[in-house]
């Protein structure tokens, strides 16, 4: 029986062309990143189970991690997200580091998901933290640095919503307002994240089994389900309106706008899965109905640095996947043509390569990155691979163009040919490709 040819279910082959969109991808986060101060970092795709187990939260850690046993015995995790390994990171080098750290990183992470539009078992995901800032500037930073990047990518304010809410506020809505227990409020933090996920009437009912017989009677679960509707923090109810995380959200809510970052909104559903937020959270949301996933996640993580048996570190940072954002670009046609790698293809003409060879490592010096038709293929064929290759240029090497050091450039293109000295094709491939 043959082999398969597919890839793990859930992951992704990246051919070239799929390659080239990443490459784009990232080169957009890595700019925007930079452009901001951060620096990169990496780590190993291997961690310890238990820098999960703590604070990553039961369904990730219980039901989505690729766990096993290594011959030494000790339980290992391929990496389902960054943010615990980037604590690790910063706590074993806690005294000696600048701060703020702002640190930036591109993972491949895994998670054991059913594979779906916008989620797969593996994903590549831009992780962007400042470690060391206590104040709202730190929020407001990396939403912006967020939104630069859709900027970058000419996405267009009507095309994504920012969404925020806060662990603090999240927890006296539960607490004061709605008036659950511990328990209570766990368990419906865990439902209304997945609200979206699913039916109304399933979501009602389930919300109506939290709640005791008495505060369903007295009217719990209509006054939950209006407290999910709002959209502004002006509407939430009396009892919380001196909290302090209205003022934070409202504080934050009004600089974003006077940087010109409109798309913001105060949203009661949004709760984040991990268990490591303090405070603060967002993310950033297609409006496509097509698209029903959040782009980026993040929010606040004052404790999980400390967990590492150091002084508490206040942290800030988001996630941001590959997978939702190439929908995104797709869906709102942001793509640019994304051209190959190769600039000219050369193609011989009789016995020269020992000579033409010299030429092409010339050209490659010069800064042209240049492939070499097969000299065992017909001219024909030479030319064809190079077409279906999608590379702009031809270039022929004969004994006369060696001779007379001038070369035919043919542009597969408009099938012009033009002949020209080395210094002068170059300059126009490189005037192709920068345009
Ligand atoms: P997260 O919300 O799990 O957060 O992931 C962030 C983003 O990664 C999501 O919005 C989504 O775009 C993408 N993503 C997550 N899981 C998948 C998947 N299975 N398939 C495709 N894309 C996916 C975190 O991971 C936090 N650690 C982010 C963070 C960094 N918080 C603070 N710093």
Redo the contacts with the bound molecule.
């Keep these: 029986m043959a082999l398969p040819t597919q890839p793990y279910k859930g992951a992704r082959d990246f051919y070239p062309e799929d390659k080239r969109v990443q490459k784009y991808m990232f080169a957009v986060m890595r700019h925007v990143a930079e452009s901001f101060g951060y620096e990169e970092y990496d780590a190993p795709i291997l961690e310890p189970l238990e820098i999960y187990a703590a604070k990553t939260g039961d369904e990730i850690v219980n039901e989505q991690t690729y766990m096993f046993t290594d011959r030494g015995g000790r339980q290992v995790v391929i990496r389902p997200?960054?943010?615990p390994t980037v604590s690790r990171m910063v706590a074993a080098k806690r005294q000696e580091l600048a701060y703020p750290v702002r640190w930036y990183s591109i993972p491949n992470l895994w998670?054991y998901?059913r594979p779906q539009r916008?989620?797969?078992?593996e994903?590549w995901?831009l992780?962007v933290?400042v470690f060391g800032m206590a104040g709202v500037e730190a929020e407001l930073e990396v939403i912006q640095l967020a939104d630069s990047i859709m900027q970058a990518f000419r996405a267009k304010r009507e095309m994504y919503v920012i969404r925020l809410n806060s662990r603090k506020l999240i927890d006296s809505l539960m607490r004061d307002y709605l008036e659950l227990d511990d328990v209570q409020a766990i368990t419906m933090v865990k439902l209304i994240d997945r609200m979206h996920k699913i039916d109304h009437a399933e979501f009602v009912g389930q919300a109506d089994g939290i709640f005791h017989p008495s505060q369903r009677e007295a009217g719990a679960t209509e006054r939950l389900m209006e407290l999910l509707k709002i959209r502004s923090l002006s509407e939430l109810p009396e009892t919380v309106q001196t909290h302090e995380a209205i003022h934070l959200l409202q504080t934050l809510i009004d600089r974003l706008e006077k940087a010109g970052i409109t798309n913001v909104t105060y949203d009661p559903t949004l709760m984040r899965g991990?268990d490591y937020y303090t405070d603060v959270v967002f993310?950033v949301f297609d409006t496509n109905p097509e698209n029903n996933?959040?782009?980026?996640?993040?929010?606040r993580?004052d404790g999980l640095v400390g967990l590492f048996g150091v002084e508490p570190v206040p942290t800030v940072?988001?996630?941001?996947?590959d997978?939702?954002l190439a929908n995104f670009l797709e869906t709102h046609h942001l793509l640019p043509e994304l051209r190959p790698e190769i600039d000219v293809y050369a193609i011989y003409i009789g016995n020269v390569t020992e000579a033409a060879s010299k030429v092409v490592s010339e050209l490659r010096e010069m800064g042209l990155n240049v492939a070499v038709g097969d000299v065992q293929s017909k001219m024909e064929k030479q030319i064809k691979t190079a077409v279906k290759k999608g590379v702009r240029y031809v270039l022929f090497i004969g004994s006369k163009e060696l001779e007379s050091a001038q070369y035919v450039l043919k542009d597969l293109k408009t099938g012009n040919e033009e002949t020209h000295s080395l210094q002068r094709l170059v300059s126009i491939v490189k005037d192709y490709r920068q345009a």
């Design positions: 997200e960054m943010t998670r998901e916008g989620r797969l078992r994903h995901q992780n933290d991990f993310e996933r959040a782009m980026f996640g993040g929010g993580y940072g988001f996630g941001m996947g997978v939702t």
